[in-house]
Structures are given as structure tokens and as C-alpha cells.
């Protein structure tokens, strides 16, 4: 077997960050994620890189910021508190359109919560954390080797269009080891920023209204560029016309909006014929496939439908696969943040059934499984 | 077919480290592998645990369901995780009183003791408990094992660390007669 080596997700999320061209990563180490800030420490100077551990979660992800606009490919690492922390920056990442990649690695919250313990309750946060209508594009690995491809992932997305994209993990995908084989580096697809010709006639955010990404200069090569969070027009400075602002709010969601169809990902299961459609991502997903399995086994025409990629949310997917279903089941260790989506995909061409986590425990996958057998109301009856 | 380990005793007793090699092992053998661990303030001293799953074909399910093997070196950890034990064996360490509430079958072995007596090292507890654990399972030879061990340890520890192995692959022969 070529390469097959114990891989933890984290590692792999580091593996995949430095394939895709990291150069550079702040952060404030914390569970779980903290093997991501220590492996780049340990591996980005031996590629020429730089590592910056910081003072926090909000000087991390300026850091970042501020390396992106010199050319570098940027990354921090967090979870739950932390990820509260950068929001602010987010919003200035996605209006300023800096490419940054976030790594979002969840635990049980809010607050402190449970520095140990798996949870998913940053779907919403992920998506609306920050403040006012922005782009963002959030990424949500199944497994360690997903680790690494969605992490290559990420950096492609947030250079081609040039957006935050956050890699939503959680401590069971990041703790978690397992067998993997990662692709040559030369067969990993890499993409870079589009940078302007020539400093002379550079406007920094020319761009078709209908969803156009800018070419981006780097700071310190000769290009002039004014970066604000204040709305601004073509040429970067601050402006308060209703007509500016409206522009290029518009242009800058309608950048990922537009492009959906692109950055949709998902993976499926016995979707063709199912009655019984499971939809979910992450740890869930891992116990939602295993309760799929062993439902065919008895004969019940179970599906599952697993989101690589949560927002911009894949609405259209649903239509190709709603056929027979009649229930839908959402398993997620939160108290149903992605089963309101569903909800709404779904738009009442069947009935969908929560089924929402938060003790700190990964599903079982007899608790799915019990529930696409019976039913979420009558398995709650039967508990009791 | 899977197979499901989970490897319990106080934290510092190495034995995420031991799940570790033994899921190494199985991948050098070909097979598929998955290692979770609980995290948690147990992690120092208390009950803490490791799980490996092995399977020749691809793994949904990362956790231990329904251990087929759980390994168990206090008493704490045979209290806490021998209780959920079905159809599973128990392999605890000598020094564990073992309890009628607990039905699955059990075999106590020395695995400290000898550890700390014959090899001289107590941290080596766990590679020792590795060999056992091996060795009563069958999942995978000492060859492989013993490369997955070389690969881990420390360097100029390696020898003591298969001394160790070889010391529970004898510890599970005697379990066997």
C-alpha cells in the first residue's frame, strides 16, 4: 500500500493546508485544535514559512488578514470561543474580499462549554457570526482524508473568489486517527489569487457588478490600494453613497451565490430509492451512514445524504433526490441548526424529523438507527 | 469483520500510545484502522480509555459499539467499562479484584507485574499490555506488531519495548493453555 500511514484529522487539516501553499499562520492554541498550531510551528519554517502564536483570537485572525494582503496564503485555527472572537474580522475579511482560511475544529459551547467534547453548534455561527449580508463558504469534512482535501479545498475557493471559507470540524473528526493515503502533491490541483498586470492603471476592486472577483494586488510591490471596512467603491476609498454600498454588497454575495453550483459538495448513499432520507455532516455523519447500512440490511429503504459543503447551502441537491422520500431525518449535535435549512429544501415535500444531540457524546448509531425505524416521537416515547 | 478494542486503565499508563501501535500494526498488515480516544480531565489519573477498530473492509463507525476486547488495568477502568461489556472479552490486570456484577467472560493477567519485575520498567506496562492484548486476539502477529512498536518508541528504547512485547505474547500463551 503506497503511503497508507495513521493519520490524525487534525494533522491531515495541516497536511492539506501546507499541499494547498500555506505560508503563513497565526493562532491561539486551543482544544480542540491545538495539534493544527502545532504542527505548522513545527512544519511551516521548514518550508520558509511563518508561524505566530498570538494573543489572542482576535490579533490571530488580523494577523492573517494583514499576511493575505502582502500575497500570502493564511490560515488560523480555533474552535467554538475563539471562532466568537474572530467574527468581527470575518465581516471585514468578506467586505475588504481578503482570502483567509478559518479552521473551526467545534466543541460543545456556548461559552467554554466543554473544552473536550464533540458538538456542532457552529452551523449558524459559521454562516451569520458576523454582522450584516456577507459571503462566506463553509466546509464540513466526514472523515480525516476529507480533512486534508477539504482543507486544499478551502484555500482554492477563498483565492478564486476571494472570501473567508471556514473548515467547520469537530473533535471527533479532528481527534480521531485512521488510515489514509493522501495524493502526490503533483496531482493536487492548486489555485492562486488572479493578480493584476501592472501597478500603473491598478484599481483595486474593478469588477463586474454581477458577482466579478477583483484581481488582487500584493501589499509592498509597488501597487497602490486603500483597504477599509467602510463601504468603498472601485478604487478602495470609503464611500457613503446608497448607490456604492448597494453595488457592492450585491457583487460580493452574488460572488458566492452565483458560483453555488461550483462549490457544492456532497456524498450520498442509497438516495436512489429511499423512502427515508438521513441528511447530516461530520462526527453525525459517520453514525448516520453506519444506522443507514444496517436499516437496508432490514430492509428499509434508507438514504443518506452527507453536506461536504454546509453554506452556501446546497438547496438545489434536494430536488434531485426528494423522488420517494416521505421522512426526512436530520441526526446533528446541536438543537437543529442545519434540520431548519433542511426544512426549508425540502419545502414540505415530506415530513423532517430533528434529531438533535448535546450531551458532549457522539451518535450511537442504534439511536439513528432506532429512529428510522420507529420514528423520533415514538423512539422519545419509548426512552422514557 | 470488524473488530473493536478498547484499552482502559489511569491516564500516564501509555495506553493511548498502545492503541496507537495497534492500529499502526493493523494498517502494516493491510487492514483498515481507526483510533479514538476520550479526552477529558481524566486524562490525568482517573479511568481513561483508547479505542482501535480494525476491519478488512472500510470503517463508518469510528467508535467501540460492542468491544469485542477491552482491556483493563485498574480497578476503576474494569468498574467503569466492564460493566457495558456483552459479548465481549475482559483482559484486566492481576492486581484487579474482579467483581460478580460484572457477567462477561475475563481473564486476568500479570501484565504490571510483570512489567515492573521481569522487564524492570514499569512504563513499559503498556507495551506489555499490547503483546497480551495481541496475543489472546489474534489480530495481528508479533512480526507486525513488533515493526509497528519500532516505529513509536522513542529512539534507543526500542529494544526494552520488544523485550516488553514478547513478554505479553507470553503472557497470552499462558492464558491459552
Not at chain 1, 502545532?38 to 521548514?46: F, G, R, V
Not at chain 1, 497602490?224 to 446608497?242: C, I
Request: proline letters at 5%; a negative charge.
Amino acid at each position: 500500500m503506497p503511503n497508507a500511514k495513521l493519520m490524525q484529522g487534525n494533522e491531515a487539516c495541516t497536511l492539506g493546508a501546507l499541499a494547498a501553499g500555506l505560508e503563513f499562520f497565526a493562532g491561539y492554541p486551543i482544544t480542540p485544535s491545538t495539534e493544527i498550531a502545532e504542527l505548522c510551528a513545527e512544519e511551516l519554517p521548514k518550508l520558509g514559512g511563518k508561524f505566530l502564536q498570538m494573543e489572542d483570537e482576535i490579533g490571530s485572525i488580523a494577523a492573517i488578514i494583514g499576511a493575505s494582503l502582502t500575497g500570502k496564503k493564511s490560515m488560523t485555527a480555533t474552535s467554538g470561543p475563539g471562532f466568537s472572537l474572530m467574527q468581527e474580522c470575518i465581516g471585514y475579511s468578506s467586505l475588504c474580499e481578503i482570502p483567509i482560511v478559518i479552521i473551526n475544529v467545534q466543541r460543545m459551547g456556548p461559552s467554554t462549554g466543554m473544552p473536550t467534547s464533540p458538538a456542532q453548534g457552529d452551523v449558524m455561527q459559521a454562516r451569520w457570526g458576523t454582522h450584516g449580508d456577507h459571503p462566506v463558504i463553509v466546509l464540513a469534512p466526514g472523515n480525516v482524508k476529507e480533512c486534508f482535501e477539504l482543507t486544499v479545498r478551502a484555500f482554492n475557493l477563498a483565492e478564486k473568489y476571494r472570501v473567508p471559507v471556514i473548515v467547520l470540524m469537530d473533535e471527533v473528526i479532528g481527534h480521531m486517527r485512521e488510515k489514509v493515503i493522501l495524493p502526490e502533491q503533483s496531482s493536487i490541483k492548486v489555485v492562486n489569487r488572479k493578480a493584476p498586470a501592472a501597478p500603473g492603471s491598478y484599481v483595486p476592486y474593478a469588477a463586474d457588478p454581477n458577482g466579478g472577483v477583483p484581481d488582487m494586488a500584493p501589499f509592498g510591490e509597488g501597487f497602490r490600494w486603500h483597504v477599509t471596512g467602510l463601504f468603498h467603491d472601485e478604487t478602495g476609498f470609503p464611500s457613503n453613497k446608497g448607490e456604492v454600498a448597494d453595488t457592492l454588497l450585491r457583487r460580493i454575495n452574488l460572488k458566492v451565490e452565483k458560483n453555488e453550483p461550483e462549490i457544492r459538495d456532497y456524498a450520498v448513499e442509497g438516495v436512489d430509492d429511499c423512502d427515508t432520507l438521513v441528511v447530516t455532516f461530520g462526527c453525525s455523519a459517520m453514525s448516520a451512514l453506519s444506522a443507514v447500512r444496517q436499516a437496508r440490511k432490514n430492509g428499509i429503504k434508507a438514504g443518506l445524504l452527507r453536506l461536504k459543503t454546509i453554506w452556501p447551502f446546497p438547496e438545489a441537491t434536494f430536488d434531485g433526490i426528494m423522488g420517494h422520500v416521505k421522512r426526512v431525518i436530520v441526526p446533528e449535535m446541536n438543537l437543529g441548526q442545519l434540520a431548519g435549512e433542511v426544512e426549508r429544501a425540502v419545502a414540505r415535500r415530506a415530513a423532517v424529523e430533528r434529531l438533535g444531540k448535546v450531551n458532549g457524546e457522539l451518535f450511537r448509531p442504534e439511536e439513528i438507527l432506532s429512529v428510522i425505524t420507529n420514528g423520533a416521537a415514538r423512539t422519545a416515547e419509548a426512552s422514557k | 469483520m470488524r473488530t473493536e478494542f478498547r484499552l482502559s486503565g489511569s491516564g500516564g499508563q501509555g495506553l493511548l500510545l498502545a492503541g496507537i501501535v495497534l492500529a499502526e500494526a493493523a494498517i502494516l498488515d493491510g487492514k483498515n484502522a481507526v483510533q479514538t480516544q476520550s479526552y477529558g480531565p481524566e486524562a490525568r489519573g482517573g479511568a481513561s480509555k483508547a479505542e482501535v477498530v480494525i476491519s478488512a473492509e472500510e470503517i463508518d463507525y469510528p467508535k467501540a459499539t460492542d468491544p469485542d476486547f477491552l482491556l483493563a488495568l485498574t480497578q476503576e477502568s474494569y468498574r467503569t467499562y466492564g460493566k457495558l461489556m456483552k459479548r465481549g472479552l475482559i483482559i484486566v490486570d492481576s492486581s484487579v479484584q474482579l467483581s460478580d456484577e460484572i457477567a462477561a467472560r475475563t481473564v486476568s493477567v500479570p501484565i504490571l507485574r510483570t512489567a515492573a519485575e521481569d522487564i524492570g520498567k514499569k512504563v513499559v506496562a503498556n507495551i506489555v499490555a499490547l503483546g497480551a492484548l495481541a496475543g489472546i486476539s489474534g489480530i495481528v502477529g508479533q512480526s507486525v506488531l513488533g515493526e509497528a512498536v519500532r516505529n513509536r518508541v522513542p529512539k534507543g528504547t526500542e529494544e526494552l519495548n520488544l523485550a516488553a512485547l514478547a513478554k505479553g505474547f507470553e503472557l497470552a500463551k499462558a492464558v491459552k493453555t
